[in-house]
């Protein structure tokens, strides 16, 4: 018998497979599928899939199939160091088709690092996930005004922000929206409220994250263990060690301007093809800056991940 169905948990080599009717399969990989030139992993969280039955009462199976991805968080691992250097030669996928990703932060305690978001919406735009969402958490104790003015340039951007207290229940109700019937990605700088803000969400969701997470985190463990967590609401929330710890390794110095959305535009307009928006003549991107059509920040934020980028690049 054959069946549809997702990719909700991976561990050392077996693919846990959701069905229809919410039964869960233990399946490996079908041999043929490992003959195949492995540019990328076969199969990873949220890889839709065909499966075939082999004993239904115990719920094992055989992945088949693995269907065309719509989003891809992934790293290059590459044939030395983890950089610049070496020709890449796999892609690892932290996770396929999340159809969302939210970036958490705290409007204070931590203070909130616009750069850190200009990094996640790197990773976010180059992963291809249809829609990045900032949430500002602890809007209880913030000043507003201070809060509106760092984050509104983002919603002008395209980039819907969400204002939420885990501790007062502000915003939980949108929030607890967004997530239903979609696969996410949440993620933050510890302490800004993640696991407070999946808690009222749903009773003891923080926890279920969570525990993944520390199960990884140890070091104890050489598999990854990642996991798709069920929302009571439909949906789910993805916890993969890849998902705390995104960064922007496998960018191209060059692509970022694509990465950068209000920038993006202007590119073509520069004078030169290879310009690199720092000091050349006719460059549109600072004629926007000073224009006040890109933000300041956002533009500082992007010679900045330049700069870093080049220099991995050139080790
Ligand atoms: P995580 O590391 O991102 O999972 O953050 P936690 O959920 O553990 O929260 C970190 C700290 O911030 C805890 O002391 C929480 O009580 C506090 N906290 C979380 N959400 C809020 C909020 O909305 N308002 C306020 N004032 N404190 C919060
Ligand atoms: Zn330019």
Not at 150 to 164: K, L
Request: with cysteine.
């Amino acid at each position: 018998m054959e069946l549809q169905g997702l990719v909700v948990k991976e561990q050392s080599g077996f693919f846990w497979v959701e069905v229809g009717d919410g039964a869960v399969y233990m399946c490996r990989l079908r041999g043929r599928l490992l003959e195949d030139a492995q540019a990328s992993d076969i199969a990873a969280i949220g890889d839709r899939v065909r499966i075939t039955i082999l004993d239904d009462e115990d719920h094992k199976g055989l992945v088949e199939e693995v269907g065309k991805r719509i989003s891809v968080i992934s790293r290059a691992l590459r044939t030395e160091g983890s950089r610049g250097a070496g020709s890449p030669e796999r892609e690892h996928v932290i996770i396929a088709n999340a159809d969302q990703a939210l970036f958490v932060f705290a409007a204070t305690q931590p203070v909130p690092s616009s750069k850190l978001l200009d990094r996640f919406l790197v990773v976010g735009e180059k992963s291809g996930i249809p829609d990045l969402i900032v949430v500002v958490n602890k809007i209880d104790i913030a000043d507003r005004d201070a809060v509106d003015k760092q984050f509104a340039p983002y919603r002008e951007m395209g980039y819907p922000v969400i204002y939420t207290s885990a501790k007062q229940r502000i915003g939980v109700d949108e929030l607890t929206e967004r997530l239903s019937g979609k696969i996410s990605v949440f993620t933050g700088q510890s302490g800004v409220g993640k696991s407070s803000l999946l808690n009222a969400v749903q009773p003891g969701l923080g926890r279920a994250v969570k525990s993944v997470s520390q199960s990884t985190s140890e070091g104890m463990h050489t598999t990854r263990d990642s996991e798709l967590v069920k929302l009571a609401t439909g949906g789910y929330l993805a916890d993969t060690p890849g998902i705390r710890t995104l960064n922007i390794w496998d960018v191209e110095p060059e692509e970022l301007d694509a990465y950068f959305r209000e920038l993006a535009p202007y590119v073509s307009e520069c004078r030169f093809g290879d310009c690199e928006h720092r000091n050349e003549p006719g460059c549109a991107v600072r004629r926007a800056v000073t224009a006040g059509k890109i933000h300041r920040s956002r533009y500082l934020s992007y010679v900045s991940l330049r700069d870093e980028l080049e220099e991995a690049f050139a080790l």
